[in-house]
């Protein structure tokens, strides 16, 4: 007896009529803007060997993934993420390829959510990846392209923000803590969930109180520029100095040009995704309580599939950019121009109708009812305005 036959698996669902509508409008205009840029369309498959998410800089917990083999017994998974395909993309086919690559993508990645969370396992990604240049410049010109993405998911009539942060600023207080890689990354979890009870349990047990106490206080590193002078007053070394001084110039600089945007700085802001090496960036826009544009520097992911060269990338959620746009009804719904009715007999000359009117941009649909009066019923439900007699 079929028992799952009319719903869909959990986390992910059945997109109907405005929210495909919603989603590619935002797919091209975002196409659009990264295609002005320079950026180069490229597609992975849906499915990837399990290795390929098993890299030295960073690596999906297998309980995240989707699962299965191939003929051969080996074991693949559904693609959890876009970066790390597109490494190995450029580690191989592209590696004669000059630099630097700009490349974008749209893409679906399938990972396991935690239960009763309200997130998708299934969700929908456009993003760029900046191949091949470690220069400021380049960070700059990731990040502004960011600002127009958020500005573009906005629709001008959303508020949106951004945060900026450094991986270099956990790495490095992880450096100097004696931890297991298992305090680590329970260390790093209490931190990106701002669990300040849990954080001060797990630390108050190390042994180094001047680097767990900024730890402690990392969570809390959030603001604008004053944030830097706090930050330094809690740790202080020169690589740690360096990071700082580095983001608070990127910070200065974007700040003249985020425009109509909110731009903060959070020292706490650390991902799941290990391989980040410098700056972090989340975008927001209002009325989604999670980020729906993230990303950031990745100078060593490349390297672990045998090709050495530093990127930076984001990507955005469309799936929850759409939601943002629907719940804000500014997606633009538009009906038909015109429905035809064709008397009996004269079918194919409705066809000629409907040709000549579409091809001056109209949209035209027949109408499949035996009367007239009918035929302008269903015109005034669905909002058409002009009914054609053919006959």
């Not at 730890?215 to 930050?231: N, Q, S, T």
């Amino acid at each position: 007896m079929k028992k799952y036959n009319l719903i869909t698996p959990e986390g992910t669902k059945d997109f109907l009529f405005e929210e495909c509508l919603a989603r590619r409008q935002m797919e091209q205009n975002l196409q659009d803007l990264f295609q002005s840029k320079g950026y180069t369309e490229l597609m992975t498959p849906g499915l990837e060997f399990f290795d390929v998410f098993q890299s030295d800089s960073g690596c999906y917990p297998q309980e995240q993934l989707y699962k299965m083999t191939d003929s051969k017994g080996r074991l693949l998974v559904l693609r959890p993420e876009s970066t790390m395909p597109i490494a190995r993309v450029t580690a191989t086919r592209l590696k004669s390829a000059s630099l630097p690559l700009r490349l974008y993508y749209h893409q679906s990645v399938y990972r396991f959510e935690p239960a009763l969370k309200g997130r998708s396992d299934e969700i929908t990604q456009t993003g760029i990846e900046l191949l091949g240049s470690a220069s400021y410049l380049a960070d700059v010109e990731m990040i502004t392209t960011a600002i127009e993405a958020l500005r573009v998911c906005s629709d001008g009539k959303i508020s949106f923000s951004l945060e900026l942060g450094d991986a270099g600023v956990f790495k490095e207080l992880m450096r100097e803590l004696n931890a297991t890689p298992e305090q680590r990354e329970n260390i790093r979890c209490l931190i990106e969930t701002k669990n300040y009870p849990a954080l001060n349990d797990v630390l108050d047990t190390m042994s180094d109180g001047r680097v767990a106490n900024a730890l402690k206080k990392l969570p809390a590193l959030f603001g604008g520029e004053e944030v830097f002078e706090k930050a330094s007053q809690l740790y202080s070394n020169q690589r740690m100095n360096e990071i700082l001084s580095d983001l608070r110039k990127l910070y200065q600089d974007i700040s003249q040009v985020i425009g109509d945007g909110k731009l903060t700085v959070d020292l706490g802001m650390v991902t799941n995704a290990d391989y980040y090496t410098g700056v972090i960036i989340k975008g927001y826009l209002e009325g989604y309580g999670e980020e729906v544009l993230s990303g950031g520097r990745y100078n060593k992911l490349l390297s672990d599939f045998g090709y050495d060269i530093p990127a930076n990338g984001f990507a955005v959620n469309i799936d929850a950019v759409s939601n943002v746009l629907l719940k804000n009804n500014t997606v633009d719904v538009r009906p038909s121009d015109a429905v035809i009715y064709a008397a009996p007999g004269y079918e194919m000359k409705a066809v000629n109708v409907s040709e000549k009117l579409r091809a001056h941009g109209k949209v035209v649909e027949f109408a499949f009812f035996d009367s007239v009066d009918l035929v302008r019923e269903y015109a005034r439900d669905k909002k058409i305005g002009n009914v054609v007699i053919v006959d």
